[in-house]
């Protein structure tokens, strides 16, 4: 699903980058599901350029203005060969967050590059995409970039995980809904899809 509609995008000189949480996806037995899009549009008339991000490995700010014009325990995988397939027209960003579940506990940069090189999805894992520093996506201290693509972007579900999964304090409607739930932003920095954490990364699906 998300790789169909970054190559058609990329056919026609669009897609920039995908943003997305970063930590393993799970989800109760006894959790409701309703079916509902696993994509939402996005409607914003401003652009995520204007925000700088800490790299996880380096103390060191990256303009996401610098991806502009880019020619270029599954979903870890996934998200790999998605890079590589599409290297020159896209480009992945990954923010690690420890607020759906705890999933993401590493208190710094090694500990959270352990976590994905040795424990999920583990055998030496090299990401591909870029990583940066570990931030909350919602609640009272979430970061300004995950404020502007909420804004920008409806909900993919309208109801949560449970309450005693979720680590953070004020619950709001256009709140993240668990890790790996992504954002498709075009070359021009604006946002135009918000992708479900269970939507496939996979082609065709």
Known sequence: MVAAAAQMMSAFSVVLLTLMLWGRQTF?????????????????????????????????????????????????????????????????????CNQFGKQEPGGSDLEVLNGIRY???????????????????????????????????????????????LYYTKIRVNDIRWNFEKFLVNRQGVPVMRYDASANVTWGT
Request: charged letters at 30%.
């Open 119 to 165: 424990v999920r999805p583990g055998n030496n894992f090299q990401p591909q995409m870029k990583l940066f520093k570990k931030i909350d996506v919602n609640g009272d201290n979430e970061h300004p970039l995950f404020s502007y693509l909420k804004s920008c972007c409806p909900p993919t579900r309208d109801y949560f995980q449970e309450a005693t999964k």
């Open 28 to 96: 109760a037995e006894d959790d409701v599901v309703i079916e509902l899009p696993k994509s939402q549009p996005c409607h914003c008339n401003d652009t995520i350029f204007r925000f700088s991000e800490k790299l996880l490995t380096k103390d060191t700010d990256i303009r996401l203005s610098s991806f502009r014009n880019r020619n270029g325990k599954q979903k870890y995988i996934e998200l790999n060969a998605l890079q590589e397939e599409l290297a020159d027209n896209l480009a992945i960003l990954a923010f690690p």
